[in-house]
C-alpha cells in the first residue's frame, strides 16, 4: 500500500501596507466572528532612503505613466525598497512552521494597467514590475505564495476594506461611509450603497485630495497632509520639532498649520458628501486624524474640520491601528 501523501503546509495570511515614509508588515487571523484581527507578529520600518534619489517631478510620471523611463538613482531606490519590503516579509515568518502565504498589499502611489507595479508615486521611487520582483525576491528567501500575488491595492482603499472586514471596523452595518487617514499625505475611502468603491470609481466621483485644489492654490493633501504642514513649519521656524509636538508646545505657526489644514480637509469631506448624494454618511477618521480629532491639545483642528462638514454627518474616530493592512489582508482572503 502506498503511504498516505504528506498534509499540505498551513495558510498564513499577512497583509502590508506601505505608505509614504514607512512600511508595515503583520499577520492577520480570523476571529471567531469570521472577521479579521491583527496576529501576533508584526514590523515596522522606515523606508530606505539613498542619497542622490529625489522623486521624479509628478507631471513628468504622469506623462510617463505608460512606460516610465527611470535612471539610475531611481532604480536603485526601488531595488532597496523591494530588498526592505521582502525582509521586512519574511521576518514576520521567520520562526513559524513551514507554511504557504497568502500576501496582500496596500501601497501608495498610482498602479500600472494591470495592477502589479507603481507608475506614479509622489514620495518615493516608481516600481513599474513591483510584484514580479517580489514573488522571485520571496522565493529567494523560501517563502511559498499559494497563489500569484493579487494587484497591489491602494493604501485609502484598502483601508475601506479593512474597516468593512475587520473587528471594530467603522464600515461595518453603514450603508455609506466616507473614511479620511492623515499621514505624510491623506487617504481616502468610500462606502456608497453598502460597498467600498474602486479607486476608478472614486476618481469619477470627485478629485482626490492630493489633485483636489485647496484654498491658496493649494492641494488638499498640501495643506492637511503632516509631511507639507512639517515642510512649511520648517520653513518658517527654527525648532525643529514636528508638528503635532510643536503645537502640543503652543507654537502659533503649527496651530495656524493644523487648524487650516483641518478646514480645507473638512471642506473636501463636504464635496465628497454632496457628491455621494441622499443622507448624511459616517465620517471615520485614521491615522494621524486619531490623534488630532480625540486629544484635547488640538481641539482647534477639530473645531475647523466640524465647521467645514455638512450638519447631520457622524464624525467618529477608528478603533483600528492598521485598517489598510487588514484590508490588503482581506483582499488576499477573497473577502473582499
Keep these: 500500500m502506498a503511504p498516505p501523501p504528506p498534509p499540505s503546509a498551513p495558510e498564513l495570511l499577512v497583509g502590508v501596507d506601505g505608505g509614504g ?13 469570521g472577521l479579521l484581527r491583527l496576529g501576533g507578529r508584526k514590523g515596522l520600518q522606515d523606508w530606505p532612503g539613498l542619497a542622490g534619489f529625489t522623486p521624479v517631478p509628478i507631471a513628468r510620471q504622469r506623462a510617463e505613466r505608460e512606460a516610465p523611463r527611470l535612471d539610475e538613482a531611481e532604480r536603485l531606490e526601488g531595488r532597496a525598497r523591494l530588498e526592505t519590503l521582502a525582509s521586512a516579509i519574511h ?16 501601497l501608495a502611489g ?3 494597467e494591470d495592477g502589479r507595479g507603481i507608475c506614479v508615486m ?33 493604501d485609502g482603499t484598502d483601508a475601506g476594506h479593512g474597516e468593512e472586514c475587520a473587528e471594530g471596523g467603522a464600515f461595518a452595518g453603514v450603508e455609506d461611509a466616507l473614511l479620511v487617514q492623515v499621514g505624510t499625505g491623506v487617504g481616502e475611502a468610500v462606502k456608497r450603497g453598502g460597498r467600498v468603491l474602486s479607486v476608478p470609481e472614486l476618481r469619477e466621483l470627485h478629485a ?11 492641494t488638499v493633501e498640501e495643506c492637511a497632509g503632516l509631511g507639507p504642514i512639517g515642510r512649511r513649519l520648517a ?13 502640543r508646545r503652543g507654537d502659533p505657526l503649527a496651530q495656524s498649520l493644523l487648524a487650516d489644514g483641518a478646514q480645507a480637509l473638512g471642506a473636501w469631506c463636504a464635496e465628497r458628501v454632496a457628491r455621494l448624494g441622499g443622507g448624511s454618511p459616517r465620517i471615520v477618521l485614521g491615522g494621524r486624524a486619531r490623534t488630532l480629532w480625540e486629544d484635547e491639545a488640538f481641539a482647534a483642528w477639530r473645531r475647523a ?5 455638512p450638519a447631520g454627518c457622524e464624525v467618529l474616530a477608528s478603533r483600528l491601528d492598521h485598517p489598510a493592512l487588514l484590508g490588503a489582508a482581506a483582499r488576499a482572503a477573497s473577502l473582499a
Design 110 to 112: 498610482d498602479k500600472t
Design 235 to 247: 520653513a518658517g521656524s527654527d525648532h525643529g520639532l514636528r508638528p503635532l509636538d510643536a503645537a
Design 122 to 154: 509622489t514620495h518615493g521611487p516608481r516600481q513599474p514590475a513591483l510584484l514580479d520582483e517580489l514573488e522571485q525576491a520571496l522565493r529567494g528567501r523560501q517563502v511559498e505564495l499559494v497563489t500569484p500575488l493579487a494587484a497591489l491595492g491602494s
Design 208 to 218: 482626490p485630495p492630493w489633485l483636489a485644489e485647496s484654498a491658496g492654490g493649494l
Design 305 to 309: 474640520f466640524m465647521g467645514a462638514v
Design 21 to 33: 515614509t514607512s512600511l508595515r508588515v503583520a499577520l492577520v487571523e480570523r476571529g471567531s466572528t
Design 91 to 106: 521576518e514576520v515568518c521567520a520562526g513559524l512552521p513551514k507554511a504557504r502565504l497568502r500576501l496582500g498589499l496596500a
